[in-house]
């Protein structure tokens, strides 16, 4: 049974090394450092799915600042993908952040059609190109659900 709970200090290196041996951060060149720094850093935060001792994957929130209810990063195991945690770590932040915000945005490369058509079945739509973001010659496609506007009337 798939369980989520937040990223305890013995997860923490479990995060990087998946982050920094995958797709698509291999192709940018994220090492493990940096990727610990990232899933660490105390102004976001990490969720982590659990088989029992297993460990399935991460999704990293960013819950502060402009365009807030960023999902940053989503990354299962290569032995898990396909089984459905993805799609549970997404419906979870949506769970965490609509609680909050009328937002869920997050980034998908043009070099990942996969991810893309996933996060569209869930009804994220495209909200615009950001071309030569991560790398040149290829852009980051910044997607968005949303529940309504941040305010309910122009008064
Ligand atoms: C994208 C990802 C988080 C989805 O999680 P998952 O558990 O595999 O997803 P689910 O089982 O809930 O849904 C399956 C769908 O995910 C997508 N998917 C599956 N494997 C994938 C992979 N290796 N890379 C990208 N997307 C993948 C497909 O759309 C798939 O549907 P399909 O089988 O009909 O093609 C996961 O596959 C992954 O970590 N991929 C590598 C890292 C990555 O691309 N992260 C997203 C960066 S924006």
């Not at 990232?38 to 976001?44: F, H, I, M, Q, R």
């Not at 001792?53 to 989503?74: K, M, N, P």
């Not at 569209?120 to 997607?143: I, N, T």
Request: glycine residues 8%; charged residues 20%; contains cysteine.
């Amino acid at each position: 049974m798939i369980e989520i709970h937040a990223m305890s200090p013995n997860d923490a290196p479990l995060c990087a090394t998946l982050m920094s041996t995958s797709e698509p951060w291999t192709l940018i060149g994220r090492t493990y450092d940096e990727s610990i720094a990232l899933v660490t850093d105390p102004s976001k935060e990490a969720w982590v799915a659990h088989d029992g001792d297993r460990f399935l994957g991460f999704i990293l929130l960013v819950l502060r600042g402009a365009f807030v209810g960023y999902i940053q990063i989503i990354a299962v195991s290569a032995e898990a993908r396909g089984t459905g945690v993805g799609s549970k770590l997404i419906e979870f932040a949506e769970r965490r952040i609509f609680s909050q915000f009328p937002n869920v945005f997050l980034c998908v490369s043009s070099f990942n059609p996969r991810a893309r058509a996933l996060y569209e079945r869930l009804g994220y739509q495209l909200v615009g190109e950001l071309k030569d973001y991560l790398v040149r010659g290829a852009s980051e496609f910044l997607m968005r659900k949303t529940t309504g506007p941040l305010r309910s009337s122009t008064d």
